[in-house]
């Protein structure tokens, strides 16, 4: 679903949706990029953050840019009151995200696509 992709990009980068996309390397030269959206969750005690997607560009991966991105980003969003941090990896998750100390929920998510 590109146009759908594209649609939501769209929204982050215009403000009409909760959430915002941050660059991950120098403004002048990114190297990759982060989409965070919030939304707020009595059971979080208030906002809460899931990054949808980390992208670093293939050539400068490894390099532990994506965890020190991360890590920036979940002081910033801690200090801005933010409760949780939610990631949505397909399979076992990186060790550098357990290193983080991101563990797994113990809630089973289920999505409903409308």
Same mark, same amino acid.
């Given at each position: 679903?590109?146009?759908?992709?594209?649609?939501?990009?769209?929204?982050?980068?215009?403000?009409?949706?909760?959430?915002?996309?941050?660059?991950?390397?120098?403004?002048?030269?990114?190297?990759?990029?982060?989409?965070?959206?919030?939304?707020?969750?009595?059971?979080?005690?208030?906002?809460?953050?899931?990054?949808?997607?980390?992208?670093i560009?293939?050539?400068?991966?490894?390099?532990?840019?994506? @965890? /020190? =991105?991360?890590?920036? !980003? #979940?002081? &910033?969003?801690?200090?801005?009151?933010v409760?949780?941090?939610?990631? *949505?990896?397909? @399979? /076992? =998750?990186?060790?550098? !995200? #357990?290193? &983080?100390?991101?563990?797994?929920?113990?809630?089973?998510?289920?999505? *409903?696509?409308?």
């Amino acid at each position: 679903m590109p146009g759908a992709r594209d649609a939501a990009i769209a929204a982050l980068l215009s403000g009409e949706a909760p959430g915002a996309l941050y660059l991950v390397g120098p403004p002048s030269s990114p190297v990759g990029y982060m989409s965070v959206s919030f939304g707020h969750s009595i059971s979080a005690g208030g906002t809460e953050a899931h990054m949808d997607e980390v992208y670093i560009r293939p050539s400068v991966r490894r390099r532990g840019m994506a @965890g /020190e =991105a991360i890590s920036t !980003l #979940t002081k &910033m969003l801690s200090q801005h009151g933010v409760r949780a941090l939610h990631v *949505r990896i397909p @399979g /076992e =998750a990186p060790r550098f !995200l #357990t290193r &983080m100390r991101f563990s797994p929920d113990t809630a089973v998510r289920l999505t *409903r696509t409308l």
